[in-house]
């Protein structure tokens, strides 16, 4: 059982950064890739970003494409997301998630397990 836990969240101007942090316990060496995902209030939850565990490839959604970045310490079991450039569209609450599909995939449906999430608000 894979056990994930974020933190990084809060609240920023519209321009600021925030990071956010995903610790993951358990079984996470079945997981082959870690993703963000974020749901704003009345929306469907939508891929952020993803990250292979093993060669550190990586996805972004075009809408977060060459603000955010998504980076592992795999001796923390920890990944990150570093969020430059924040805009109120950003607001959301963001989630960890990790998968056993080989690849990035991008569906929430692909991946099995989830954090709880950290909320970030974006203030313009």
């Known amino acids: 059982q894979v056990h994930l836990v974020e933190s990084g969240g809060g609240l920023v101007q519209a321009g600021g950064s925030l990071r956010l942090s995903c610790v993951a316990s358990?079984?996470?060496?079945?997981?082959?890739?870690m993703g963000w995902f974020r749901q704003a209030p009345g929306k469907e939850r939508e891929f952020v970003a993803a990250?292979?565990?093993?060669?550190?490839?990586?996805d972004y959604a075009d809408s977060v494409k060459g603000r955010f970045t998504i980076s592992r310490d795999s001796a923390k079991n920890t990944v990150y997301l570093q969020m430059n450039s924040l805009k109120p569209e950003d607001t959301a609450l963001y989630y960890c998630a990790a998968s056993t599909i080989f690849g990035t995939p991008r569906s929430a449906s692909d991946y099995t397990y989830w954090g709880q999430g950290t909320q970030v608000t974006v203030s313009s």
């Open positions: 358990g079984g996470i060496f079945s997981s082959r890739v």
């Open positions: 990250l292979m565990w093993i060669g550190g490839n990586t």
